[in-house]
């Protein structure tokens, strides 16, 4: 990275945080856990309809409705608006451009049947990492109700 560049840190990832503090260029830092530039609280899942959380930002709040499954997008969702910050993307148009985001078939994709069943496929390039979080996100967002994993290796 040149020296004149601008990097963005994972202020929840220590390894990350390591890597990055002896770079003398610009950071934007971001993070849900540790304090940063760019932060999301009260992250909530709304069932299969999203996650939510308030986004902060220069003493700025203002609620973020993604349209993705799962507490592990925000993460990614708060360095995409730093990135459009970075590049003179107002916070509302940058909000309102991920609030939009529609993840790609399979990667946590929802998908309705008729009786009130639903379907989480995250097949698509599958780890055991992600495979953890779907898992997560399935547990969190079943409620009472019954949820079935199905597993498969390749």
Known sequence: ??????????????????????????????????????????IRLRGVGGTSFTLILEEEAMEVHLQLLGRHFVPNALSAIAVGCLFGVELKQAKEAIEHFQSFPMRM????????????????????????????????????????????IC
């Open 109 to 152: 994709e929802v998908v309705p049947f008729k009786g009130g069943k639903t379907l989480i496929n995250d097949a698509y390039n599958a780890n055991p990492y992600s495979m953890e979080l779907a898992l997560e996100t399935l547990v969190e967002v079943k409620g009472k109700g019954r949820a079935i994993a199905v597993l498969a």
């Open 1 to 42: 990275m040149r020296r004149d560049g601008t990097i963005l840190v994972n202020q929840d990832d220590p390894r990350v945080v390591d890597l990055a503090r002896d770079y003398p260029g610009q950071k934007i830092t971001f993070g849900i856990e540790t304090p940063a530039e760019v932060m999301a609280k009260e």
